[in-house]
């Protein structure tokens, strides 16, 4: 079955700077990759996605990179603000869907 | 559209009783999906239904556990009997289109704790 793993647990940045987590799979066959953020007290909320066919997606602040032959992609968020504190989590999906363990990201103003 | 829907919010139950947790999709979606979340676990995903049918249940824990979908608006997940282990927050995402490869709507989930 597929593994996905996500570091760091815990970040901790000032307002303004940069923000990476990043995850590995075991599975190949995953093909789909998305973030999700959970904020106290709600529901996962899917924020970008990727695909294997692409390397790279951008969305304003936000962005994915994928390296399909190291089995890693990352997320990257530029110019953080308070709002963006929660906890993230990547998933990989190929014949199953497992999310990876979660970080918990504070934008310290 | 409300988003997706789950009763009740909390439920605190003691060990050994049925425990009936509820959704409603969001209208138009035809997938659906249970996870549970812990702290030691994580994001666990239980099983999944695609127009009402039961796909892949391989994440359910054990027999206690057992999923229905009788209509396209309305699941429930339910656990008999509970023990304290089950205690977790439990949510409902569904999705419209593919299986897996499509953006998943969560709804607020439903914290149980097992006495």
């Known amino acids: 079955g597929e593994n996905v793993e996500q570091h760091p647990s815990t970040l901790s940045v000032q307002e303004g700077d940069s923000a990476v987590i990043k995850c590995t799979y075991s599975d190949s066959a995953s093909n789909y990759f998305p973030w999700y953020k959970q904020e106290l007290g709600k529901g996962p909320q899917l924020i970008i996605d990727i695909r294997s066919n692409v390397g790279e997606k951008k969305d304003q602040r936000i962005a994915v990179t994928l390296n399909k032959t190291a089995k890693h992609f990352s997320l990257h968020i530029t110019e953080t603000q308070p709002e963006d504190s929660a906890v993230y989590f990547c998933?990989?999906?190929?014949?199953?869907?497992?999310f990876g363990t979660g970080t918990s990201l504070t934008v310290i103003p | 559209d409300a988003g997706v829907i789950q009763s009740p919010r909390h439920e605190v139950t003691e060990m050994g009783q049925e425990v009936t947790l509820r959704c409603k999709p969001i209208?138009?979606?035809?997938?659906l999906f249970w996870y549970r979340q812990t702290m030691m676990r994580g994001l666990e995903l239980l099983i999944y239904f695609n127009n009402n049918v039961p796909i892949d249940d391989s994440g359910m824990p054990e027999d206690r556990f057992s999923a229905k979908m009788p209509n396209a608006s309305f699941s429930t997940l339910k656990i008999q009997p509970s023990e304290p282990r089950d205690s977790a927050v439990y949510f409902c995402?569904?999705?419209?289109?593919?299986?897996?490869?499509?953006?998943?709507?969560f709804g607020p989930g439903t914290r149980l704790t097992v006495l």
């Open positions: 995402a569904s999705s419209f289109g593919g299986l897996l490869y499509n953006e998943q709507f």
């Open positions: 998933a990989a999906t190929g014949n199953q869907f497992y």
């Open positions: 209208s138009g979606h035809n997938s």
